[in-house]
């Protein structure tokens, strides 16, 4: 891998990761192109941590006032969204622990990644019949969010499409349902870095520098992608991204079935 190929893959990752187009379809097509193979998926999960990074520092106060309810009594709205974060990201995580090595296996086959981005393109066009919801994240909502992402764990399918637009059609307000799946993120990125720290801690020092490019490249656009998504939403043109991941879908098939 060239500094070049991780700029590319590190811009790919940070645009595509909130954009619910699929960071990891696009990551392996894209490295299926530039003829890039990294040994399992430490480069993703590495880039992941750069958008991590993005989510962290675009939601700080938000944060900061979730990790201050803990000793905060009066917060008690602030905690009932920690519990639903965990019930959120307990569906992915399960699975996550359970089918791991499938899921590594399947990161190498583009042409799988690419027919997942037509399931993305359905998601998101579902969202059209969706009726203008103004409730709040519940215990339901977040188990079906939750259901979503564990879904988007297969390279193709968007994480946060999935998630924003399941939030979507369970009556979540558009925004907090976006705002949520960008929380949600957060457990669901350190789990994976946790699960993969073996083969992080493992990275030749040839290529450390290829990855730190990868993972700042990645946080400084992803902080674009996160308000390009919740002014897409703002804007009521959601579905509009169905389009571009049908184009990129059928490209990808066209390439590499």
């Known amino acids: 891998m060239t500094y070049l190929d991780a ?9 595509t990761e909130f954009l619910p187009v699929s960071s990891s379809g696009h990551l392996v097509l894209t490295q299926s192109l530039l003829g890039v193979k990294q040994p399992g998926v430490s480069f993703e999960v590495v880039v992941h941590l750069g958008t991590l990074g993005a989510v962290l520092v675009y939601f700080r106060r938000e944060i900061s006032g979730l ?21 959120g990201t307990i569906p992915a995580g399960l699975i996550g622990l359970t089918l791991k090595d499938f899921f590594a296996s399947v990161f190498g086959e583009p042409a799988l990644a690419a027919g997942m981005l037509f399931v993305t393109g359905g998601i998101l066009l579902a969202t059209r019949f969706a009726r203008q919801g103004t409730g709040k994240v519940t215990m339901g ?6 259901l979503g992402q564990a879904m988007a764990i297969m390279p193709g399918i968007s994480r946060s499409g999935s998630t924003i637009a399941v939030g979507m059609l369970a009556g979540v307000e558009p925004k907090r349902a976006a705002e949520f799946s960008f929380l949600l993120a957060i457990p669901a990125i350190g789990g994976a870095a946790i ?35 919740l002014e897409s939403i703002r804007r009521g043109k959601f579905e509009y991204f169905a389009y571009y991941c049908f184009a990129a879908g059928g490209l990808g098939l066209y390439l590499f079935l």
Request: hydrophobic content about 60%; aromatic content about 8%.
């Open 7 to 15: 700029f590319i893959l590190g811009l790919i990752q940070g645009l």
């Open 67 to 87: 990790a201050s309810s803990l000793w905060t009594k009066s917060k008690t709205e602030q905690r009932r969204m920690i519990l639903l974060l965990i019930v």
């Open 141 to 146: 909502s977040a188990i079906l969010m939750g």
């Open 195 to 229: 699960l993969d720290i073996d083969n992080l801690l493992s990275i030749s020092g040839s290529i450390t520098g290829q990855y730190l490019v990868g993972a700042l490249t990645a946080f400084v656009v992803a902080l674009l992608a996160v308000y390009l998504v």
